[in-house]
């Protein structure tokens, strides 16, 4: 769904600030922003998700991973990951100094780090990069007008119960 929002055939769409350099690079042709989710309630909703690292305690190397991880949540490493736009900053000071000072596209960039004071964590979906792989693979056809709203969701529906089974 990416690359219909990069090329201008797709109005709006969904990402986190994990993202953010791979729009950058995407997106030609045309001026873009962000802002947070249309809202009923004062305060809005922002929902949010996590990564982090992990080392095997069987690998038998707890030394070096704790170096490593001080590596990757050092000051310097995680500008450079923000500056690139290759990752959200774990730090608060970096994510107030360097994220959201970055250079628009997008001009609005601090909204990832006005939202993330109201982020609702995401709950893990089993099997959802098994049921992604369906609905964007049956979602071309919609978008090039070959396929009905209708008939798409009722396949991506046939698809997707299959594989929750």
Request: one cysteine or more; glycine letters at 8%; a positive charge.
């Amino acid at each position: 769904m990416n690359k219909v929002f990069y090329n201008g055939r797709l109005a709006m769409t969904h990402f986190g600030p994990a993202s953010l350099g791979a729009y950058r690079l995407g997106v030609k042709g045309f001026n873009w922003d962000i802002a947070v989710w249309p809202r009923t309630i004062s305060q809005g909703v922002a929902v949010g998700s996590g990564s982090g690292w992990v080392a095997p305690s069987a690998a038998g190397q707890a030394e070096a991973t704790w170096l490593f991880l001080q590596h990757l949540l050092s000051p310097e490493t995680q500008s450079t990951d923000a500056q690139a736009g290759s990752g959200v900053p774990v730090r608060v000071s970096t994510m107030e100094n360097v994220f959201v000072r970055q250079p628009a596209p997008p001009k609005n960039v601090k909204v990832f780090l006005e939202s993330a004071k109201i982020a609702r964590i995401v709950p893990q979906v089993p099997k959802w990069e098994d049921m992604m792989v369906i609905v964007n693979r049956e979602l071309g056809p919609l978008w090039a007008g070959q396929k009905t709203a209708k008939d798409v969701c009722t396949q991506i529906k046939q698809e997707v119960d299959a594989v929750l089974k």
